[in-house]
């Protein structure tokens, strides 16, 4: 699990004010829009301060993985973004905003003032949406192993039931799947971008079991589709 550090690490930074915020269930939490300025340039973020007894799953390069987590950070950076240590920097913007402990954080060149939001029966998607480099995942040329520039399609999902770690990670692939139905409706060639991240959040079971399943098909697992159909359909089609 990954500790954001004290406000000392990173290169200084305006702590964020909030502009707008998001509703997600259960009630009482909240994604707050915030802004701050980074060398002169005015961004965004979207922060949400889950708290204790959440999970989350999630490609996140800050805190990725599958684990409890007690927020999570999707931050705005520049078009053609220069650093190498984007978890640093991710773990610099969350120090700023008072989050401590485990948390996971995602970055996106997109406008994440523009980001879309749908709800399912208590499933809730958040989207951001940048999709001026896309294509399909299965293509012929050779992949990398350097890091890729920050993107684009980042989907972050709350609902309010406890999951197992089978259906949490089950949710991902849902959400994924959702995304892709929504790109192709929307009349776009392609499966996302290279940089596409999804996190997943759901209460800790504890000592039980959780929700065993999060397929297409499941109650949590269809709710949950729906809302990233709408989410990523709505802002795909505001960009085409």
């Not at 998001?22 to 915030?34: H, K, N």
């Not at 297409?216 to 729906?226: K, M, N, Y």
Request: with cysteine.
């Amino acid at each position: 699990m990954i500790d954001a550090p004290s406000p000392a690490v990173g290169p200084a930074r305006q702590r964020g004010c909030t502009i707008g915020s998001v509703r997600v269930r259960p009630p009482g939490q909240r994604g707050e829009l915030l802004a701050r300025q980074e060398e002169g340039i005015g961004l965004h973020h979207l922060v949400w301060r889950l708290g204790p007894g959440w999970r989350v799953c999630s490609s996140a390069v800050l805190g990725g993985g599958l684990g409890p987590r007690a927020w999570i950070l999707n931050a705005q950076v520049p078009g053609g973004y220069p650093r190498l240590d984007p978890d640093r920097h991710l773990a610099g913007i969350a120090a700023a905003e008072g989050l401590r402990g485990p948390g996971a954080g995602l970055m996106t060149a997109a406008d994440v003032t523009a980001h879309t939001v749908a709800e399912d029966g208590g499933a809730t998607a958040t989207v951001t949406s940048g999709l001026g480099v896309r294509g399909w995942a299965a293509v012929p040329a050779a992949g990398t192993e350097e890091p890729l520039p920050p993107g684009t399609v980042n989907i972050v999902v709350t609902v309010p039931v406890a999951l197992s770690d089978a259906a949490l990670v089950n949710a991902v692939a849902t959400a994924t799947e959702a995304k892709v139905q929504a790109l192709v409706e929307a009349g776009l060639d392609c499966s996302g971008t290279p940089t596409d991240a999804v996190c997943v959040a759901a209460h800790d079971p504890g000592a039980g079991t959780g929700e065993p399943f999060a397929g297409p098909r499941s109650l949590w697992g269809a709710r949950l589709a729906r809302a990233v159909h709408r989410a990523v359909l709505d802002g795909a089609v505001r960009q085409s």
